[in-house]
């Protein structure tokens, strides 16, 4: 962490909901994909990110409903 701190090296975003934050700052990469296409991609993976953060996944039934 030290060596990654000295030479400005930042950790990758560790989600996807992180991932949009940082596509919502880049402007570089929006204006590539245009703008039509950015509002899209943040509006179908903002779907994405609310659905997954609602769905119990079996490893958790497994957890927790057998207790």
């Known amino acids: 962490p030290d060596e990654k701190k000295r ?3 930042e ?3 560790g989600s996807l909901k992180e991932a949009l934050e940082a596509f919502k700052k880049d402007q570089l990469v ?3 994909l245009g703008e039509l296409l950015a509002r899209k991609f943040l509006e179908i993976k903002e779907k ?3 659905e997954f953060a609602t769905f119990v996944h079996p490893w958790e039934l497994e957890k927790y409903v057998n207790v």
């Open 11 to 13: 950790d990758l975003p």
């Open 48 to 50: 994405e990110v609310k």
């Open 7 to 9: 030479r400005g090296i």
């Open 30 to 32: 929006q204006d590539a």
